[in-house]
Each structure stands twice: as structure tokens, then as C-alpha cells.
């Protein structure tokens, strides 16, 4: 009859673990998804200033793609601009890899403050994708 108080400790030396758990998956899961939008945001905002070759480096009109895509994003409410973080968009001209015009267009995001994991994971997250794409012809 000495186990009747078993569970209550067992769940009492486990809590922390759990919650901890817990905090490491949803932590987690808004680092994935800031990851898979900023790669996102970079495929629509290069998909348009490779349409033509006229605005293969323009910055400015791939910009409201990019604040689209990312618009799931809870510090991107009120966002207008990709010139300062959280939202950088960066277009530029370049040469393809097989010689032809192409444009590049680079995004870096900066995540919201999150509870940090020592060692595992950072308490603000920088994440930039750079996707080229070639210029379709007109």
C-alpha cells in the first residue's frame, strides 16, 4: 500500500520535461515555417522580375510578392517596405549558368523573439534565400 502517492510524483518529476518538450515543438514549428515562407518568398518575387528583362533587378515591384507571401508571418503585420528588417529584398541582374540573362533575387527575414533553447536553437532567427531564375525571353 506504499504506492498511492506514486503517480502524483511521478508526473511531479516529469512536468518540466513535458513542458519543455511542448516548447521545443511549437518553437520549432515557427522556425519552419519562417524558413519554408522566406524560400517561398523568394520563388514568387523571382518569378516576377524574371518575366521580363526590363525588371530582372527590380527590388521595388518584387517586393508586395514577397510581403504577400510572407503575410502569415506574425511580425509582418504592417509591413510596407523590404528595405529594413524583418523584410529585405534584394533583385539583381545576372548571368545565368549557361550564359543567358537571368535574375536573382535574395530575401532575409527576421523571426519574432521565441523562447530559447540552449544550444538547439537561437532566441531570434536571421534566414535568407537567394533563388535565381532565367529571364524569359519576349
Known sequence: M?????????????SPWIFFLFVGALDMGF?????ISTENAARVAVSYTSSHAGGSA????????AIAE???????????TCT????IVT??????????AASSVSVTYRSITLIPIPY????????????QMRVKDS
Open 2 to 14: 506504499r504506492q498511492k502517492g506514486q503517480a502524483v510524483l511521478e508526473l511531479a518529476l516529469l
Open 31 to 35: 522556425y519552419y515555417h519562417a524558413l
Open 58 to 65: 527590380d527590388s521595388a515591384g518584387a517586393c508586395p510578392y
Open 70 to 80: 510572407m503575410s502569415t508571418l506574425s511580425n509582418m503585420n504592417g509591413v510596407s
Open 84 to 87: 529594413a528588417l524583418p523584410l
Open 91 to 100: 533583385a539583381s541582374s545576372v548571368t545565368g549558368p549557361d550564359g543567358a
Open 120 to 131: 538547439l536553437l537561437p532566441r531570434q532567427m536571421t534566414v535568407t534565400r537567394t533563388v
